[in-house]
């Protein structure tokens, strides 16, 4: 019916689960770590909410939205004195998307359907239609740079028992 079903495999939320971490195998990294199982984990979840982009919507309301997204804005609206605001956060606006069919919220691959319709009528389509520019952190660049040395003694077999 739409990608977002791809992103749930018959047995468990991988395809969603590698969209939100930061790493699809921890150990790989870190000897003997593991992704801390939260609601992404809960079968109850799944019961609860069979479809797969309303379930979806909930694992993001739930976990990236306050742990990821606003914590960024906060902190970055902070280092700068900034008061700010999350209007799309109304509880009016978030009520009404819970209640849209999922062929609002995503066609042909594409999320956001019903809010890219209102944005074409007032905004022109190249501001809608760029690509996403995020908050990400260049840590990647960090760690392999000038903090090399400081993460592989964080790292090392001396510190890191085996």
Do not use: C
Not at 92 to 102: A, D, K, N, T, Y
């Amino acid at each position: 019916m739409y990608k977002a079903a791809g992103l749930f495999s018959a047995g468990g939320e991988s395809g969603y689960r590698s969209l939100v971490s930061a790493w699809d195998t921890p150990e790989a990294i870190v000897r003997h770590a593991q992704e801390a199982k939260g609601p992404i984990f809960d079968p109850e979840i799944a019961r609860a909410l069979p479809d797969p982009l309303d379930r979806m919507q909930y694992l993001d309301t739930i976990t990236y939205l306050p742990d990821d997204i606003l914590t960024k804005v906060d902190r970055a609206s902070m280092a700068v004195a900034l008061e700010v605001r999350v209007p799309i956060l109304d509880h009016r606006l978030v009520e009404f998307s819970w209640r849209l069919p999922s062929r609002f919220k995503m066609r042909h691959g594409k999320g956001k359907w019903l809010l890219r319709q209102v944005l074409y009528r007032h905004v022109p389509k190249e501001l809608v239609e760029r690509p996403k520019t995020g908050f990400a952190v260049p840590i990647g660049s960090w760690l392999r740079g000038p903090l090399r040395g400081w993460a592989e003694e964080l790292l090392s077999d001396n510190v890191i028992p085996a």
